[in-house]
Structures are given as C-alpha cells and as structure tokens.
C-alpha cells in the first residue's frame, strides 16, 4: 500500500499506541464475518490490528450494509471517539478476513485519561486526527466524481482489491457494484 490508507495514522503517535494495546490488550481471534463492534452497542475496547482486515458499516432503514472505513493490519480498530463517552456506536465493525487483534479495555484509557493530562492531550490529538481523516472523505464524496474517487484509490492503494471485496468497494466509494464494474473496465483494472 502506498502510504497509510487511514492517514490519521499518520499523526497520533502510531508506537505508543501500539506499544500500549500489546502490553496491556489481550490477543482476541476473530472469523471473517464476526463483529468487533455490534451496531447500537456500546463498544468496550480500543483494538490494534495484528492481522486482517476489518469494515466499519452503517445501515440504511432498509438494513441495507454501507460500509464507511475499513481497517488494515497495524491500524487501530474502535468507534472513536464515541468509545470513550459509553455511547452507542453508530456503526457496526466487521472483519473481512480472518483477523488477530490486541484488545485494549477501554476503561483503561478512561482512568489514564483521568490521573494523566500527557495521556488526555494524547487523546484529544486522537480525535482530531480521526475527525481529519473523516472530514477529508466527506469533502472528496461531494467534491470528487466517481471516478475521480476511483483512480485515486486504485493509484494510492492498489493492493486494496486483492483486501476487501469489489462489494465492499464500491459501497466505501458510493458507488454500485454495477458502476464499479465499468470504472474498473474503463481505467484497466
């Protein structure tokens, strides 16, 4: 992958989160298809990914699946920043793969966040990278085409078909299945 999918990655200070959900999480396997988070639920923990690939999704009032962000090996796995504030995730987190992932009890980060202000600081640079990375995609949603979501997707993250299934791509993009098809026939694969 050329350069970090999730570009908050880029700014929260990747080592010590990692470090932190090792040391302290507990390894936790989960099949293609199982939810780390459950819709409605309020979610439990912060997760590093050791292996696989995930899916965040939303659903429509027909429950139809719009999947919204998707997570790689690496990365960091967690409804944030409502994880912290015990509300209900408004989206479900699904693995697409096979995955191993370092579970980190939120309720550790909420008692650090209370006795620690360098914690705290580190939290609220968390949320402001994530809310960076999500303003950035609405903006492309309405700024972009289609297919100029497309060609940088496929330019940026080639290895992301061989991840995540043409589905599960064309609903990240907005896209149908259909429409996806042509894209891909029309900018070679």
Not at 58 to 68: F, L, N, P, R
Not at 86 to 111: D, K, N
Request: charged share 25%; proline share 5%; net charge negative.
């Amino acid at each position: 992958m050329d350069g970090n999918f999730n570009t908050y990655i880029d700014h929260i200070e990747p080592e010590f989160w990692r470090e932190l959900c090792v040391s302290h999480g507990k390894l936790r396997h989960y099949n293609r298809g199982e939810e780390f988070l459950h819709f409605g639920e309020v979610g439990k923990y912060i997760g590093m990914v050791k292996d696989g690939t995930l899916k965040y999704v939303t659903y429509s009032a027909t429950g139809t699946e719009h999947v919204i962000g998707l997570i790689f090996p690496n990365e960091f796995v967690v409804d944030w920043p409502f994880v912290l504030y015990e509300q209900p995730s408004r989206v479900a987190i699904i693995a697409s793969s096979q995955c191993a992932i370092y579970r980190l009890p939120v309720e550790m980060a909420r008692q650090r966040m209370k006795e620690e202000p360098e914690f705290m600081e580190r939290m609220m640079h968390c949320t402001e990278a994530v809310f960076s990375t999500v303003y950035d995609r609405y903006i492309d949603l309405y700024g972009k085409t289609p297919q100029q979501r497309y060609a940088e997707l496929v330019e940026k993250h080639p290895d992301l078909f061989s991840l995540f299934s043409l589905h599960d791509i064309a609903s990240f993009l907005n896209i149908t299945p259909t429409h996806m098809s042509r894209l891909r026939k029309n900018y070679g694969k």
